[in-house]
């Protein structure tokens, strides 16, 4: 019994000893490590980031916008005086030069009533210049001088009246252009403004397209464009000419016109066309489309300040495959980042493993 006790006892001095030793081990050699094994769990508690510093740069793209085209001179040619058609010197379609005698109205009437006009007024101008000489010598009264010389001044004007009627009986083509269908017939009684044909400059041709306000700067006077028309393969070249000066404030778009030859008459006054615009921004932010982090409502990217990720708010405009142009958010020297945005929170610390600066892409 007494020999069991002194075995109980050493056995309890030995276990004893041996959990002395471990936890003197462990003390002690874990106390020259523990510095060292501190920093690199504090390491991996902030993700690892690569960023890239943003600088702005000319970034080329192409939009399309509707457009109609519109002859550069369109008016309907109407009659200025009553009277007979008495000539018809066009055919519908007819292409015609500025002065091209296109019509004329019967002109007996009036060339009659001019004659007869005339004649009073060269009597007229004798009794005036007579009574004249009489009132110098004091044989008439100033009554009567006056009488002769108004009658004489208002028969010149009748004159003159008639003459401008006779003009109006011809008329020209006030411009180069073509002519659409006649509207009149030889041998009918027409009315002051009866219509007569529609004349149109088509060579240039206009193009107006409507494009959003915001975008108003891109364009400028000389920048090329390309219109496509249904039923063409091929494309046509054009320039813009002019930009409205106003907003239409029911659709918040400026209308923009271009300018295409069209010495062939391709095209047609009232077609639609596709118009395309190399636009270039030459101070565009650019982003690796893989940094975008597209919500429901929203698209944002995270930059790093103070080491630190901070959740930025954007507006994209082109997407391409590779590369997002930022139009709102971003700005040159912010530091971006491009890879390991799956594991940065909103203020979350960083391990930047890799910075580099941005280099500048071709406008295309």
Request: charged fraction near 30%; charge should be negative.
């Amino acid at each position: 019994m007494k020999s069991n006790s002194k075995l109980l006892t050493f056995s309890s001095i030995i276990i004893t000893c041996i959990v002395l030793g471990i936890v003197a081990f462990k003390h002690g050699y874990g106390s020259g490590n523990g510095e060292e094994e501190a920093a690199p769990r504090a390491a991996r508690s902030d993700p690892a980031v690569e960023t890239l510093k943003l600088i702005e740069q000319p970034f080329g793209r192409e939009q399309v916008y509707n457009g109609t085209l519109r002859a550069r001179e369109h008016i309907t040619i109407r009659t200025e005086v009553s009277g007979r058609v008495a000539a018809i010197h066009f055919e519908d379609g007819a292409e015609v030069e500025k002065g091209t005698l296109l019509l004329e109205i019967d002109d007996r009437e009036l060339r009659s009533d001019r004659d007869a006009r005339a004649e009073e007024l060269e009597l007229a101008k004798l009794n005036a210049d007579r009574l004249e000489a009489l009132f110098l010598t004091n044989a008439i009264t100033q009554r009567e001088r006056d009488e002769a010389v108004s009658r004489r001044n208002v028969l010149a004007a009748q004159v003159e009246n008639i003459s401008v009627r006779l003009e109006k009986t011809k008329i020209y083509a006030p411009f180069s252009g073509v002519l659409g269908f006649r509207e009149v017939s030889l041998g009918a009684l027409l009315q002051s403004d009866s219509p007569i044909t529609d004349l149109r400059a088509v060579n240039p041709i206009l193009v107006d397209f409507a494009v959003p306000e915001r975008s108003r700067t891109h364009f400028r006077k000389g920048m090329p464009v390309t219109i496509r028309v249904s039923g063409f393969d091929e494309a046509f070249e054009g320039e813009v000419t002019v930009t409205d000066p106003s907003v239409d404030p029911m659709t918040r778009t400026i209308t923009i016109r271009a300018r295409v030859e069209n010495p062939d008459r391709t095209l047609l006054p009232g077609s639609f066309g596709r118009v395309s615009v190399r636009e270039v921004n030459e101070n565009a932010i650019l982003v690796p489309a893989v940094s975008v982090v597209r919500g429901l409502a929203e698209v944002s990217v995270y930059v790093v300040e103070d080491n630190t990720a901070k959740r930025r708010t954007v507006r994209v405009g082109h997407r391409g495959s590779e590369f997002v142009e930022v139009l709102e958010g971003l700005s040159a020297g912010d530091e971006l980042i491009v890879r390991g945005t799956q594991s940065v929170r909103q203020g979350s610390g960083v391990n930047i493993v890799e910075s580099a600066e941005q280099e500048p892409r071709d406008a295309e």
